[in-house]
C-alpha cells in the first residue's frame, strides 16, 4: 500500500494488514456494483468449517452480468493483453514470412535471367 512508510519489512506489512483489516467492505465497494460488498459480506459471514453457497454466488454474479446486459464473448481483460501480443507476434511471423516468399521469387527470377 502506497504511503506506508515503516522501520522494517515485517512492520511495514503490519501496518498494511491492519489497513486492509480496517477498511471496511461497503467502502472497499462503493464505486462497483452492490453485488461485490454482498459478495463479501457473505465470505466474511462465513465460520472455517461451513460449505460455502456457491450456487448463490454464481447468481449474485449471473444476475449482474445479466442486469449490466454484457455479452459472453469468452473475451476476459486478462487475456486481451496476451492475445495482443500473439497477435503482433503472427504479423511479425508473416511480414517474415512475406519477405522470405519475395526473395525466393527473386532469386528463381535471377537464375532465370542468368541462364
Known amino acids: 500500500m502506497q504511503g506506508l512508510k ?3 519489512k515485517k512492520q511495514k ?8 483489516l480496517s477498511t471496511p467492505i461497503d ?10 460488498a454482498s459478495y463479501f459480506h457473505y465470505c466474511h459471514s462465513l465460520k472455517f468449517d461451513i460449505r460455502p453457497d ?7 454474479f449471473r444476475d449482474l452480468f445479466t442486469r449490466e446486459a454484457y455479452e459472453l ?3 476476459f481483460d486478462w487475456t486481451i493483453q496476451k ?10 511471423d508473416s ?6 516468399l519475395w526473395n525466393d521469387q527473386d532469386t528463381s ?6 541462364s
Open 27 to 36: 467502502v472497499l465497494c462503493k464505486s462497483h456494483p452492490i453485488e461485490f
Open 95 to 100: 511480414i517474415k514470412f512475406a519477405a522470405r
Open 6 to 8: 515503516a522501520p522494517t
Open 109 to 114: 527470377v535471377s537464375r532465370r535471367r542468368a
Open 13 to 20: 506489512y503490519c501496518k498494511i494488514l491492519e489497513k486492509k
Open 54 to 60: 456457491y450456487g448463490f454466488l454464481k447468481r449474485l
Open 83 to 92: 492475445f495482443q501480443q500473439s497477435s503482433k507476434i503472427q504479423q511479425k
Open 73 to 75: 464473448d469468452n473475451v
